[in-house]
């Protein structure tokens, strides 16, 4: 049987006096639908970037597809199969769609395969992109002419596109309405369902429970709870930290 997609072995992270991590585990297996919740401060986003380079952890390690990215930069993390979007999505606001969605594919081609795709391959591969998202009408327009939802759904299809085997989405529903909230959802659940494995980091707890089938609590640096949803929320621990604020 093969080993977990990514591994996360006893990580630590201080800042100045302040403990951010302490000794975090967290094994994530290929193609699960994993949410990592916790109150603000609890740790999320510095474990993400531990995770994704942004951050270097002092103790501890994480391995991802059987690697060691110990002291890899974030960019050859990406390289590796490992993508992020971000809750502000920061598109080129002076490139289309189409466009935004080429600059990942050309950094996934060139990493992957030393050589660049025929410009017809990466048309296609941008519009398939556009269209996967919802996005194929708009595909030439500049992002000044997107919603708000629209904007998050290019935030993802730009993590997409270097066709990764961990997606780790961060907060992209945060400020949506409930029907944009589950066309994220919806879109997350189809991702998965390529193929791509995904940690969602989210505060809307009714999407948490819709897409995870998974659910990893932080406290205070500390993992609390780890397992199916529905035992988690029921954790009086969970509850008193974080569910019931």
Known sequence: MAGPL???????????GFVALDGINLD???????????????????????????????????????????????????????????????????????????????FAARARHGSHLSHDEI??????????????????????DLTQVEMRKLELARAVAVDPKLLIADEAMAGLSQSEVDEIVALLIGMNERGVTIIMIEHIMRAVMAFSQRLVVLVTGKKIADGPPQEVVSHPEVIGAYLGQ
């Open 28 to 106: 994530v297996a290929q193609g699960e639908r994993i949410g990592l919740i916790g109150p603000n401060g609890s740790g999320k986003s510095t474990l993400v970037n531990c995770m994704c380079g942004t951050l270097q952890n002092e103790t501890g390690r994480v391995l991802f597809d059987g690697h060691a990215m110990d002291g890899l930069s974030a960019h050859r993390r990406a390289q590796l199969g490992m993508a992020r979007s971000f809750q502000l999505p920061r598109p080129f606001n002076t490139l289309s769609v189409a466009e935004n969605l080429r600059v990942p594919l050309l």
């Open 6 to 16: 990514l591994q996360i072995e006893n990580i630590g992270k201080r800042f100045g």
């Open 123 to 144: 048309e296609a591969r941008c519009h398939e992109l556009a269209g996967l998202v919802g996005l194929a009408a708009k595909a030439n327009r500049l992002p000044r």
